[in-house]
């Protein structure tokens, strides 16, 4: 297949429904070229702890908020934690806190807040939103390697914006605690296709999305010079290299490592794949993980994340088109191709016809990174680039139903916004939120605007 004919295949299978890994194939050079060493195998799985939560032993005295929790515990070693309950459109009105014990000491670590109101979602509409296994849960916090717990939930007190008999904790609270599992082996020779790599059926169908890319089984997909980027966007639409007025606006390809890369586990998503029509707007996140991690680790706290995500939330696959860590790496996210238009569960009401790129960290009183900016802009030129929108711009998205904007409303927004433009939240945190200003002009900037 030639470029032309790969980056037509990418511009028509980016509109469109779920359907198969194997059937989009995105733009790029031609893969022999973008070589890069895979692993031999996949990582060691990961695993789940799911423990009730109960009432404390002590009868509650009458008119005290309600609280649940668990007592301090020693349990199988772990690194992600997060609270789960079992209806997804009932909110927890309250404090959810927990601390743990770093394995193999004695040291406890202070009371930690858990972000109550964890907004990334499928829209409500989806059949992702409707599968029945949804369930409502508080952001992760990542507290690296731990096997001890204890968690503490207090209720708020009857709001006036509230009915009396409502419960502020919902029903059948669960503490997840994840343990990511091992880094995938190193390998020093390219892949050559699905039996040299030893790949899963998974793994190959979630890579070949990324085939004009990369090598199959390949664990990240090189960069693209400025030109040879806009070069492969005109060749593709059949347009005249040598005329300066073709030339698109769209940022360098920028390093993106791949789920092969970060040890996906492809055997917990959904197999197929879905997509919306376009991409007009990115929305910004921060992944409220907390910031105490080291970015040799960003890989496992994405495995985390994900198998949070689909295992504990109920999702279909990790909620993220895109992760970006603390010194400015770019992972892919959601499975279904990097240049593809892959419907995320990332901005409820608005993930039709946009992106969701998760900064991992939490920015509400800390600085992100200029390493995690500077990706945000790099990527946004890119991605965006591809489907000719500006990012100093502004676009219209129908929203899908939320608690600030009502479900069919054509709402204007920043084609790059932060999490809180789309939905009543903190996300992606002021610091974070304050910093998209810069994002937008840097991005236009690398796009040639």
Request: glycine share 10%; with cysteine; charged share 20%.
């Amino acid at each position: 297949m030639t470029t032309i004919v790969g980056m037509r295949g990418f511009l028509a299978s980016s509109i469109g429904v779920t359907c198969a890994a194997a059937l989009a194939l995105p733009l790029t050079l031609p893969a022999a070229s973008h070589a890069v060493p895979a692993p031999a195998q996949a990582s060691v799985p990961g695993s789940t702890q799911s423990l009730a939560l109960a009432p404390p032993t002590a009868t509650r005295a009458a008119g005290t908020p309600p609280e649940q929790g668990l007592p301090r515990r020693d349990v199988r070693p772990f690194s992600l934690v997060g609270v789960v309950w079992d209806d997804p459109n009932t909110e927890l009105h309250g404090q959810v806190q927990v601390r743990t014990r770093t394995t193999g000491t004695a040291t406890w670590s202070a009371w930690q807040d858990l972000e109550t109101h964890n907004d990334d979602a499928p829209d409500l509409d989806s059949a992702e939103h409707t599968s029945g296994r949804l369930h409502g849960s508080t952001a992760p916090l990542w507290v690296g390697d731990s096997d001890g717990v204890e968690v503490r939930v207090h209720g708020d007190a009857p709001a006036a914006t509230r009915a009396a008999t409502t419960d502020p904790l919902p029903k059948g609270l669960r503490l997840e605690l994840v343990d990511p599992g091992a880094e995938p082996p190193p390998q020093s020779t390219p892949a050559e296709g699905p039996r040299a790599t030893g790949l899963t059926p998974e793994t190959a169908e979630a890579s070949a999305v990324n085939a004009d890319l990369a090598p199959l089984g390949a664990t990240a997909v090189t960069a693209l010079s400025k030109k040879a980027t806009e070069d492969e966007l005109i060749e593709a639409r059949g347009g005249d290299t040598s005329a300066a007025k073709a030339r698109p606006y769209v940022g360098a390809r920028p390093r993106i490592i791949t789920r092969k890369g970060w040890g996906a586990d492809e055997k917990l998503r959904e197999k197929k794949f879905g997509y919306t029509k376009t991409v007009k707007a990115a929305f910004v996140h921060h992944s409220a993980t907390g910031n105490n991690y080291r970015c040799s680790q960003a890989s496992s706290v994405i495995r985390s994340i994900y198998r949070y995500h689909v295992k504990s939330s109920g999702w279909r696959d990790i909620g993220y088109n895109f992760l970006v860590d603390k010194c400015g790496n770019i992972y892919e996210g959601r499975a279904g191709g990097i240049t593809k238009a892959v419907m995320g569960a990332h901005t409820l009401g608005f993930n039709t016809n946009s992106m969701g790129i998760a900064v991992l960290g939490s920015f509400g009183s800390s600085n992100p990174p200029a390493a995690a900016v500077n990706a945000i802009a790099k990527l946004t030129a890119w991605k965006l680039g591809l489907y000719g929108a500006n990012p100093r711009g502004t676009t219209y998205l129908k929203s899908g139903g939320g608690n600030l904007y009502r479900k069919g409303k054509n709402v204007r927004l920043h084609v790059i916004s932060g999490h809180r433009d789309g939905f009543a939240t903190e996300c992606p945190g002021r610091r974070l939120y304050n910093k998209l200003g810069k994002a937008r002009s840097s991005s236009a900037h690398l796009q040639g605007r």
